[in-house]
């Protein structure tokens, strides 16, 4: 046994827990899950039902944690986990899976799937059989601080032109500052105007916050590729340069897995409580409304409907604020079929987007977004996650569907009151 495969198999020996145990006790093999499972409704496979993904580690708890396994395996029977079962797992457990979570809905005995292929992941990373990809943008979050390879020098360059643009100055390494804001590369380098939006909302809501020149980066390639180590070390930067400068609240920004991994797993990969509290933006914005600190003026002409990133509405339970800040700005908001907690994937998160192998499929899953879409008759999608936005954007166009796919916090910002109505209004 090679010395890698050896390390993938103790640690998915590690992830096999009480909750793992019973999750492979209680599946009643039903199937349930594959309907609710875009990479299995729209390509018929039937090894992409979501339970199947998580074969390696079935086997190693069936293996060596069940009475029937332990005999079975004295005979050499039953299914061994090996480099070339890993190899061949790959396309299951990364390419066809996005953690969205939906299969976990739906699971009649309360199984959590998507845990569960995120723990497989980490015995596939650690044995070595994880996407090129997806090892690419984990060395480059370790090594530079962001999978993209974005540097502060880069960030820096986006912020000058912000603030000659607005004529805000945004405010950096503030200490005391009462929110410290994280962006995602793709923000910094596909959606600067996010920067923009902040900068104008904040100033209008008379809120202090800053950025770290220390810790800027929200998303975390640890929780994607399945390296728990990896993920609590881009937590801990996060925490580290939080708590030099006291903020009260760190912002996740328009990005899904980030909010995911900073707010939901952040405490349990750094072992300790935080300090401070981790807010996704959509909540910040929406405290604003209710504080009566988020002035709006005027309604979109166009009709919009609401695309809910996976980790922000269904794992993360924001799910009422964008459609509480969007009611300030759109008489005609048209839901999607299975909106709010069931909504289907982009079919992008999870690692996919940065899995070049899985592009074809991505694609092609991304007729269930379209079927949603042609559902409804709407003039722009609006989101909260600068992935969803770009797969969309990609999806729309490879089905000839010219639908805009625009941000919900920079929409907010383009209805902001201007000076002169403050002071109308004062
Ligand atoms: S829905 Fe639950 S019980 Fe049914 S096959 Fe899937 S994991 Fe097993
Ligand atoms: S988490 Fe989402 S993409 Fe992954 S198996 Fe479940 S339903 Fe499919």
Same mark, same amino acid.
């Given at each position: 046994?090679?010395?890698?495969?050896?390390? /993938?198999?103790?640690?998915?020996?590690?992830?096999?827990?009480?909750?793992?145990?019973?999750?492979?006790?209680?599946?009643?093999?039903?199937?349930?899950?594959?309907?609710?499972?875009?990479?299995?409704?729209?390509? /018929?496979?039937?090894?992409?039902?979501?339970?199947?993904?998580?074969?390696?580690?079935?086997?190693?708890?069936?293996?060596?944690?069940?009475?029937?396994?332990?005999?079975?395996?004295?005979?050499?029977? #039953?299914? $061994?986990?090996?480099?070339?079962?890993?190899?061949?797992?790959?396309?299951?457990?990364?390419?066809?899976?996005?953690?969205?979570?939906?299969?976990?809905?739906?699971?009649?005995?309360?199984?959590?799937?998507?845990?569960?292929?995120?723990?497989?992941?980490?015995?596939?990373?650690?044995?070595? &059989?994880?996407?090129?990809?997806?090892? #690419?943008?984990?060395?480059?979050?370790?090594?530079?601080?962001?999978?993209?390879?974005?540097?502060?020098?880069?960030?820096?360059?986006?912020?000058? &032109?912000?603030?000659?643009?607005? #004529?805000?100055?945004?405010?950096?390494?503030?200490?005391?500052?009462?929110?410290?804001?994280?962006?995602?590369?793709?923000?910094?380098?596909?959606?600067?105007?996010?920067?923009?939006?902040?900068?104008?909302?904040?100033?209008?809501?008379?809120?202090?916050?800053?950025?770290?020149?220390?810790?800027?980066?929200?998303?975390?390639? /640890?929780?994607? +590729?399945?390296?728990?180590?990896?993920?609590?070390?881009?937590?801990?930067? +996060?925490?580290?340069?939080?708590?030099?400068?006291?903020?009260?609240?760190?912002?996740?920004?328009?990005?899904?897995?980030?909010?995911?991994?900073?707010?939901?797993?952040?405490?349990?990969?750094?072992?300790?409580?935080?300090?401070?509290?981790?807010?996704?933006?959509?909540?910040?914005?929406?405290?604003?409304?209710?504080?009566?600190?988020?002035?709006?003026?005027?309604?979109?002409?166009?009709?919009?409907?609401?695309?809910?990133?996976?980790?922000?509405?269904?794992?993360?339970?924001?799910?009422?604020?964008?459609?509480?800040?969007?009611?300030?700005?759109?008489?005609?908001?048209?839901?999607?079929?299975?909106?709010? $907690?069931?909504?289907?994937?982009?079919?992008? /998160?999870?690692?996919?987007?940065?899995?070049?192998?899985?592009?074809?499929?991505?694609?092609?899953?991304?007729?269930?977004?379209?079927?949603?879409?042609?559902?409804?008759?709407?003039?722009?999608?609006?989101?909260?996650?600068?992935?969803?936005?770009?797969?969309?954007?990609?999806?729309?166009?490879?089905?000839?569907?010219?639908?805009?796919?625009?941000?919900?916090?920079?929409?907010?910002?383009? &209805?902001?009151?201007?000076?002169?109505?403050?002071?109308?209004?004062?």
């Amino acid at each position: 046994m090679s010395a890698s495969l050896e390390k /993938g198999i103790n640690v998915l020996r590690e992830q096999v827990d009480a909750s793992v145990a019973s999750f492979f006790s209680s599946c009643v093999h039903c199937g349930i899950c594959a309907e609710a499972c875009l990479f299995y409704t729209e390509t /018929g496979a039937p090894e992409r039902t979501p339970i199947n993904k998580t074969e390696p580690l079935r086997r190693i708890w069936f293996n060596e944690y069940t009475f029937l396994g332990r005999i079975l395996s004295l005979f050499g029977i #039953g299914g $061994k986990v090996t480099d070339d079962m890993l190899e061949q797992s790959q396309t299951l457990v990364y390419d066809s899976c996005t953690l969205c979570g939906r299969c976990t809905m739906v699971c009649p005995v309360g199984n959590d799937i998507a845990a569960m292929i995120r723990k497989t992941r980490e015995g596939m990373a650690a044995a070595g &059989h994880a996407p090129e990809g997806l090892i #690419g943008a984990t060395t480059r979050a370790v090594t530079i601080g962001s999978p993209m390879g974005v540097k502060l020098p880069a960030l820096l360059a986006q912020i000058k &032109h912000v603030e000659k643009d607005t #004529g805000l100055t945004i405010p950096l390494d503030v200490e005391g500052a009462e929110y410290m804001l994280l962006l995602s590369s793709m923000e910094i380098m596909n959606f600067p105007e996010f920067i923009e939006a902040i900068a104008r909302i904040f100033a209008k809501a008379g809120a202090s916050w800053t950025i770290s020149t220390e810790a800027f980066e929200a998303t975390n390639s /640890g929780i994607q +590729i399945g390296a728990s180590d990896i993920a609590a070390e881009l937590v801990q930067r +996060i925490v580290d340069a939080a708590e030099k400068l006291r903020v009260k609240t760190v912002i996740s920004p328009e990005c899904g897995h980030a909010y995911m991994a900073i707010r939901w797993e952040g405490p349990n990969l750094v072992g300790k409580p935080f300090g401070f509290k981790v807010r996704h933006v959509l909540e910040v914005l929406d405290e604003f409304r209710r504080q009566g600190r988020l002035k709006l003026s005027g309604k979109e002409e166009q009709t919009l409907t609401y695309h809910d990133p996976c980790q922000i509405s269904r794992r993360g339970g924001v799910i009422d604020e964008p459609r509480q800040l969007l009611g300030m700005i759109a008489d005609d908001l048209v839901e999607m079929p299975d909106s709010g $907690k069931m909504n289907w994937c982009c079919g992008a /998160g999870g690692g996919v987007s940065s899995n070049e192998r899985a592009d074809e499929l991505r694609l092609q899953v991304f007729k269930r977004k379209k079927a949603q879409l042609d559902a409804i008759n709407v003039d722009a999608i609006v989101s909260a996650c600068s992935n969803c936005r770009i797969h969309l954007e990609d999806g729309l166009e490879e089905y000839s569907m010219e639908i805009p796919v625009i941000s919900l916090t920079e929409t907010i910002a383009e &209805h902001l009151v201007d000076d002169e109505e403050t002071e109308a209004t004062a």
